[in-house]
């Protein structure tokens, strides 16, 4: 096994926007740290994989767990690397980070927990298991991280600014509602690339399945989820725009709502 070292994007990240996330969002900012992620499939990961994630996941893979039957959103399948949480543009794999981020931050709204009682190491070592479920990971390989601009700050004019984004250059209340609520017009008739029903996120909740960080969400609409009907805009904004976006969505909270 040969370990990856890791992280100098992340700590990276963590020295310069962090400090402007954590203005808004006050969420805690992530200390980068030494991390092997293993290049392949050990017995460490195996045996974590099997205790841990394959009730849902599946022996395979495929999403198709003992208790997956009745559940929705279903557990991913990851036999087509097709992931949601991504740095990396539409229709990239994901990077190793972006899993480990995933697997350690869990999925909000959904059954899928932050990992945080497996320990570290455990967590990197489950990486390669999934990546060997699919062959995609075999014949590609991710590419590089979207570029993530300075950001502006949230104030009356970059928010009225984002609204218009919303609401008239891009649209997107067609499926996420004008007041964010996930019920715009063609919101009833998403489905995922597996054939499941799929709401478009509700914002007002505010519990963001990718992270709640203006960074999360300007990625989420920037790379697009893959696998779901919710496109990229990779290439309609300006970086600008693209704060000025985030700020509005993340304004669409209901803080009243959050807590329910
Ligand atoms: C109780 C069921 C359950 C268990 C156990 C579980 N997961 Fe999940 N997992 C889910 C569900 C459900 C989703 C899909 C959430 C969504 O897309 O809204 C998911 C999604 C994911 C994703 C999606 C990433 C993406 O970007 O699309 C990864 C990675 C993942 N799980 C890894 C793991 C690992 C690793 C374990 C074991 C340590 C694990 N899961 C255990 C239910 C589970
Ligand atoms: C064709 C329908 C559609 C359009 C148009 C659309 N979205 Fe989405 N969006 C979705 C769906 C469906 C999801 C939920 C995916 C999931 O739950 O896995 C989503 C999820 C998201 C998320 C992720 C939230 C989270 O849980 O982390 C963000 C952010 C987002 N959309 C922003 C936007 C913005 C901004 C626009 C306009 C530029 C837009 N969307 C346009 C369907 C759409």
Redesign the pocket.
Known sequence: MKPKALLSKVGLWSATAAASAALVIGIAPITAKALNIPTEVTEDGKNTYKKFCSACHGEEGKGDGPVARSML?KPRDFTRGAY??RTTPSGSLPTDEDIYRTISYGV??STMIPWDILTEQQRASVIPVLKSFSEAFEVRKPEAPVAVGLEVRPTEKTVAEGKK??EEK???W???GVEGR?D?P??AE?E?DFGFP????D?TTG?????NSSR??YL??TTG?NG????S?AK?LTDEQRWC??HY?ISLIKPEETSK
Do not use: W
Not at 198 to 201: A, H, L, M, V
Not at 228 to 231: D, G, I, S
């Open positions: 959103p949601k949480f909000p709204n984004i919303y891009l649209e997107c067609k499926c996420h996930g715009g063609s919101a998403q995922d799929i709401k478009p996120f914002f519990k963001f399945k990718g992270g999360d969400v989420r609409f989820l779901t009907p919710m496109p805009f309609e976006l985030t969505v």
